[in-house]
């Protein structure tokens, strides 16, 4: 590009347009000015604030003011009336700005390109009204509109690999100039050999359809084979292989494979969020098959093809999602179920007194879901946790009393069944996976807690997990140890694709109360945790999820047992595991002295510790390894509690606080986080009749946890 230009304009800061003009601020010369544009104030902002260092930004406010201060303007707008509104408007668009700039004697040398991928009808009209525009300028000037989509997604787009098809006049560009201009400027968006000019004006455009059209197809073929595959117990993974080195290979399946897990950086894998989003799916092959009826092209995929992302995108559950979420719609055929018809009893698992074996009773009356919050689900997984255990003994009175016969079990997982008739929420639908957190079923709603802004156990208003009046499922009510169940549905998140129903179960109190300590502790990537009782059902998630976050990890604990289970994990790489009987607190910590340079006591060690062990020795061990102002973030509850040195308190600074329970949005990040992360528990399950063994099991010291699976296929 000419040296002498030193200013381009950027209209469209959206999930396409902002990395694009990110990556174009850091890697073009800081002697350019980078003029953005766009409707949303926050994205303006944010793009000032990240390429502070990185070159002049200055915003504009139309693409009238972007055209007569640059010489290139380039677009990346949502749809054809955006396109129509800045390119042609009588008064701010950009045809408007370049009549003026000639008024007004500036420069005459002016390109403007559009990057998004709108219909071709809308391209070829902003075209000819470019050339009606520039036939009534002086001759000394030069204008050219040039149609440049790209392809590559979202995650093209963060990394400047993007694929560019260009069209420009011939009139404009017979002696290559403007293509050479710019190329020069999309090679820093995208990859400079993959930068085509593929004919005139519209050409670009056509070529980007055509090409949607045809992932948009292979996006369904390739997930319908994957599962297949899946469904016929197969290795999705080794599949993968064995088809990108075969005829099936395409885009899809060696890029942006549609199976959870198989491609750890794809959308897939993050409960499909990111990506390409399936209602722009939908609209590109629409545009492709409206494309072909225009030229009389005959066409048979399209027809089906469209009818599956319709469906798919008119699913609330799948609105936003990356467009390979037709590989979870195909395995979902209850999105537009009906209730099915139930049993009016069931089987339950029921403690008739503290400190008795468990009763398993048929006969139990099955529950109506009724409340407007309501939700009835039949369980499909339910999992001890040590609640359990001290609840069965007396030891939660103080707390909250059970109503004897008592259904236990407050982490569980199932399947929708039942709305009520005038549902308070419509998130949730007849067969959603969801899991059951142990939180507040029906809080009055009325009281300080549960309206009060801000409430830490709640981002739902009128919902408190502290609400005097709740009961908390599993405790003060019924729980999971039961084939259906009542929840309420701010209690409960949907399971992402990526997690069994039995894995889910225990994330539900044991994942979710030990990733809001972690979050508590507020610690950032690269400071230093200890997970104190590594090895019991909380702790080894805990090592998980720590170490996901970039977190230094060390795990204590003082059994064989525990430490051996937590040196099995395989996705705790970094994690120092350290064996309380044979290391001293001090001995612990002493090499991070060296680390960080530090000779003083006080001045290293962890930055937080998370309590989940019962004993006072485990508690000042914890604490005897932060640093001064470190954080503890205690989780269990013994009935003796804790003291606490005022020389900690005081002269030390440690903070100290508690953490019960996270928040709704913590609650579906927690799962999510989960899914993306390969966060699972080490688990081991019984069927509903051997409640009673499992707890057997539970009093050994078992590591990990303990599920009951209501489809159980074991011995």
């Known amino acids: 590009m000419a040296s002498q230009q030193k200013k381009i304009a950027f209209i469209g800061l959206g999930v396409m347009g902002y990395p694009m003009a990110l990556n174009l601020r850091k890697k073009i010369g800081s002697d350019y000015t980078i003029l953005i544009c766009d409707v949303v104030?926050?994205?303006?902002?944010?793009?000032?604030?990240?390429?502070?260092?990185?070159?002049?930004?200055?915003?504009?406010?139309?693409?009238?003011?972007?055209?007569?201060?640059?010489?290139?303007?380039?677009?990346?707008?949502?749809?054809?009336?955006?396109?129509?509104?800045?390119?042609?408007?009588?008064?701010t668009g950009i045809l408007a700005g370049i009549k003026q700039a000639a008024i007004e004697g500036t420069a005459g040398n002016k390109t403007i390109m559009e990057c998004g991928t709108i219909e071709t009808a809308t391209?070829?009209?902003?075209?000819?009204?470019?050339?009606?525009?520039?036939?009534?300028?002086?001759?000394?000037?030069?204008?050219?509109?040039?149609?440049?989509?790209?392809?590559?997604?979202?995650?093209?787009?963060?990394?400047?690999?993007?694929?560019?098809?260009?069209?420009?006049?011939?009139?404009?560009?017979?002696?290559g100039q403007v293509f050479s201009r710019v190329k020069s400027v999309l090679s820093y968006m995208g990859k400079p050999d993959c930068v085509f000019l593929c004919g005139e004006v519209g050409a670009g455009t056509a070529f980007k359809i055509i090409n949607n059209y045809l992932s948009a197809i292979t996006s369904l073929a390739a997930s319908e084979a994957l599962n297949i595959g899946v469904k016929m117990g197969l290795d999705p993974k080794l599949l993968t292989d064995v088809i990108n080195t075969s005829g099936g290979q395409c885009w899809v399946t060696s890029q942006s494979n549609p199976v959870p897990g198989v491609h750890p950086n794809a959308p897939a894998s993050r409960d499909y969020e990111g990506g390409f989003r399936i209602e722009l799916c939908k609209k590109v092959l629409g545009m492709g098959s409206q494309l072909a009826e225009m030229v009389g092209a005959r066409t048979?995929?399209?027809?089906?093809?469209?009818?599956?992302?319709?469906?798919?995108?008119?699913?609330?559950?799948?609105?936003?999602?990356?467009?390979r979420v037709v590989y979870k719609w195909l395995n979902d055929?209850?999105?537009?179920?009906?209730?099915?018809?139930?049993?009016s009893t069931m089987k339950a698992q029921h403690l008739d007194a503290y400190n008795t074996p468990y009763v398993l009773r048929d006969g139990v009356s099955v529950p109506t879901a009724v409340h407007p919050y309501d939700l009835l689900i039949q369980v499909d997984a339910a999992s001890y946790c040590h609640t359990d255990h001290v609840l069965a003994s007396g030891q939660m009175a103080a707390v909250e009393q059970p109503h004897f016969p008592h259904v236990g079990c407050h982490e569980y997982s199932g399947t929708v069944v039942g709305l009520p008739s005038k549902p308070a929420q419509t998130e949730f639908k007849i067969g959603d996976r969801i899991g059951v957190a142990s939180r507040a079923y029906h809080p009055c709603g009325t009281c300080v807690e549960c309206i009060e802004d801000g409430t830490p156990l709640s981002d739902s208003k009128g919902y408190s997990v502290l609400c005097p009046h709740v009961k908390t499922v599993g405790i003060g009510m019924d729980g999971g140890w039961r084939e259906y169940a009542l929840v309420?549905?701010?209690?409960?998140?949907?399971?992402?694709?990526?997690?069994?129903?039995?894995?889910?179960?225990?994330?539900?109190?044991?994942?979710?109360?030990?990733?809001?300590?972690?979050?508590?502790?507020?610690?950032?990537r690269g400071q230093r945790i200890g997970i104190v009782g590594c090895g019991g059902g909380l702790g080894h998630l805990g090592l998980q999820y720590a170490t996901a976050m970039g977190l230094k990890v060390y795990g204590i604990d003082n059994t064989d047992s525990a430490l051996t289970l937590v040196r099995g994990l395989k996705n705790i790489a970094g994690a120092t595991i350290v064996d309380a009987r044979t290391q001293t607190a001090t001995e612990?910590?002493?090499?991070?002295?060296?680390?960080?340079?530090?000779?003083?006591?006080?001045?290293?060690?962890?930055?937080g510790v998370i309590i989940l062990a019962e004993s006072q020795k485990a508690f000042q061990y914890g604490i005897d390894m932060l640093k001064n102002h470190g954080k503890c973030v205690v989780v269990s509850f013994p009935q003796q509690g804790f003291h606490i040195s005022s020389m900690d308190l005081i002269f030390r600074d440690i903070h100290f606080m508690?953490?019960?329970?996270?928040?709704?949005?913590?609650?579906?990040?927690?799962?999510?986080?989960?899914?993306?992360?390969?966060?699972?528990?080490?688990?081991?399950?019984?069927p509903l009749e051997k409640l009673n063994d499992l707890v057997d099991d539970y009093k050994t010291g078992h590591g990990g946890k303990l599920v009951i699976d209501f489809h159980y296929k074991g011995s």
Not at 333 to 343: D, E, S
Not at 496 to 509: H, I, R, S
Not at 661 to 683: D, W
Request: aromatic share 6%; proline share 7%.
């Open 658 to 686: 508690g953490n019960l329970m996270g928040t709704n949005k913590q609650l579906r990040n927690m799962i999510r986080f989960s899914a993306e992360h390969g966060v699972k528990p080490l688990l081991k399950t019984f």
């Open 333 to 343: 055929p209850i999105a537009k179920a009906v209730a099915p018809k139930l049993p």
């Open 123 to 175: 391209i070829l009209d902003v075209a000819k009204a470019t050339r009606e525009t520039a036939a009534s300028l002086p001759s000394s000037w030069k204008l050219a509109f040039v149609d440049a989509p790209v392809s590559g997604g979202p995650m093209g787009a963060q990394a400047g690999t993007l694929t560019f098809m260009v069209g420009a006049d011939h009139a404009t560009n017979s002696d």
């Open 300 to 323: 048979i995929l399209d027809k089906p093809t469209l009818e599956a992302f319709e469906e798919a995108a008119g699913d609330e559950r799948y609105q936003g999602k990356d467009a």
């Open 588 to 607: 612990v910590i002493a090499p991070i002295a060296a680390e960080d340079g530090q000779k003083f006591p006080g001045q290293f060690g962890l930055d």
């Open 41 to 91: 104030p926050a994205a303006l902002q944010k793009f000032q604030d990240e390429t502070a260092n990185t070159g002049p930004v200055k915003v504009v406010n139309t693409g009238s003011e972007a055209v007569q201060a640059a010489d290139l303007v380039v677009t990346m707008l949502p749809s054809s009336p955006a396109v129509r509104s800045v390119y042609m408007d009588d008064k």
């Open 488 to 524: 309420d549905s701010r209690q409960v998140t949907l399971i992402p694709f990526g997690l069994t129903q039995v894995e889910a179960a225990p994330l539900m109190c044991a994942g979710f109360t030990v990733y809001s300590a972690i979050q508590k502790a507020g610690l950032s």
